[in-house]
């Protein structure tokens, strides 16, 4: 087994290789020669992801009392965008070379001075800037007016609809709004597979309070983001909540962390917590002229609350799961590869298996104890190719806790035995001879 200890603790290209031989993601249109910064969730992929996803709302919305969510359209007014700045700043530095043409984002460059594409020195040109947002135009007018962007962030969306809550739910402050969806940047330079990509998937949190509590939330949030990690797979050895010094800071925020990761090619930003003040509320209230405020009954005071702002790439974070659960085993010659993803993250939950396909009692009585555990999850995967050995393999990577074959001693073979399964586990491959009804409530328990 690799030390995981030491960085890199698996390639990238490992990574990006397993994600598309067992069909979690594809490169984006790649029989069209692909589209950079985009890729396309396989069937599993699409499970994992799914998972996270719920897994957050479960936290970070269902389990409390102060949540409400929002889907927002994706396109919005663009006066949302010239109010929260985006139009006049959300821009990377962009440097292009005069010999080969290749553009850069100027504050990634190795070496300011030279090409990292053709090598030479004194070719850059002057950083410009170059802004992120995607444009396009809404109806058949041409006119400037009908310019929309895709949305950069799911944020504003929630900025937006902040007066609507309050007008439907009379919420007491604090409470939040939260919102899983699609976000666009153009990134000068997408890279590192779903690392840094054009068309994104974000779960993002506004939590409005009073002013003087700002302190407790942005704690309780910094908790909360933390004990998701650790649910969710992360391995915590590689997971650094960076604070990020005053002189950094962005210009509307007074307090932010970046949650960081490991990745195989370096640390990096996997989430930002950020202390946000009254800033985006105030802004939508110029721009929109709407005032956004919070009627304080028991002062009888207006006040604009702050705002703590907890964000969450999914991309980002399938990919530190991913980095985090891979393994390699080598006993003599051989080498196992498993993902020791959580069971509630895992996109297949167990899997079936009659222990020859071609005794039709078998297959016939394996298929009913899948019938029987798919009413606890539905994902529960049948496999009869090949031998069993090979079976557990291709489950192994691609992170199933649990296999279940059943055998003619299930059908009574040995009646001591009858209605037994054996139950093999991912992690360790250990097999125990179980009931029906105790891997059932195994499965229970570990699904949590
Ligand atoms: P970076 O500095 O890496 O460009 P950022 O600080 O611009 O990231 P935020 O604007 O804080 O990122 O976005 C919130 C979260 O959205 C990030 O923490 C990350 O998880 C995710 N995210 C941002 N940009 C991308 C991208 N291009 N591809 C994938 N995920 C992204």
């Excluded at 509590?213 to 915590?236: H, L, N, Y």
């Excluded at 895992?346 to 798919?374: D, G, T």
Aim: proline share 5%.
């Amino acid at each position: 087994m690799k030390d995981k200890n030491t960085m890199p603790f698996v390639t990238l290209e490992t990574i990006v290789s397993l994600c598309k031989r067992r069909g979690f993601v594809f490169p984006g249109s790649e029989i069209y020669g692909g589209l950079a910064g985009t890729f396309d969730y396989g069937h599993l992929g699409l499970a994992l992801k799914d998972n996270i996803k719920r897994l957050w709302w479960r936290m970070f919305v269902e389990e409390r009392d102060d949540m409400y969510g929002i889907g927002a359209a994706i396109l919005m007014n663009s006066k949302v965008w010239e109010a929260s700045g985006h139009v006049s700043g959300f821009n990377d530095p962009l440097v292009e070379c005069r010999n080969c043409k290749g553009r850069f984002r100027a504050d990634h460059l190795e070496d300011a001075n030279t090409c990292p594409t053709c090598g030479k020195s004194g070719t850059l040109g002057e950083a410009r800037q170059f802004n992120m947002m995607f444009e396009t135009r809404a109806g058949v007018s041409d006119d400037a007016s009908a310019t929309v962007y895709l949305r950069p962030e799911t944020a504003a969306g929630m900025f937006v609809n902040f007066k609507n809550t309050i007008d439907a739910y009379h919420p007491k402050l604090p409470f939040g709004l939260a919102q899983i969806g699609k976000a666009f940047r153009n990134e000068i330079a997408p890279r590192d597979f779903i690392f840094r990509l054009r068309e994104l998937e974000q779960m993002e949190v506004e939590y409005f309070v009073r002013p003087d509590e700002w302190e407790r939330a942005f704690s309780q949030w910094e908790e909360v983001m933390s004990v998701f990690a650790r649910e969710v797979g992360i391995d915590i050895e590689h997971f650094h909540p960076t604070e990020i010094p005053p002189g950094d800071l962005a210009h509307y925020s007074k307090r932010t962390i970046d949650f960081e990761f490991d990745y195989p090619f370096g640390r990096k930003e996997l989430w930002g917590l950020a202390y946000r003040t009254d800033f985006d509320l105030l802004a939508h209230t110029k721009g929109s002229t709407v005032p956004l405020e919070y009627f304080d009954e028991t002062t009888g005071e207006k006040i604009v609350p702050h705002v703590i702002e907890p964000s969450l790439g999914v991309d980002r974070t399938l990919l530190a799961i991913l980095t985090s659960a891979y393994r390699e085993e080598t006993t003599g010659e051989d080498t196992r590869v498993y993902l020791a993803l959580p069971p509630k993250i895992a996109p297949i939950k167990a899997m079936v298996s009659p222990l020859l396909k071609n005794k039709p009692e078998l297959v016939e009585r394996a298929k009913e104890i899948r019938a029987q555990l798919k009413k606890i999850h539905p994902a529960i995967a049948w496999e009869d190719n090949g031998n069993i050995g090979k079976r557990y393999r291709r489950q192994d990577e691609i992170g199933t806790p649990f296999c279940i074959t059943i055998d003619f001693d299930t059908l009574g073979e040995n009646q001591e035995l009858k209605d037994t399964v054996t139950l093999r586990h991912r992690d360790t491959g250990e097999q125990e001879r179980l009931a029906i009804s105790e891997v059932e409530e195994r499965l229970r328990s570990a699904l949590g």
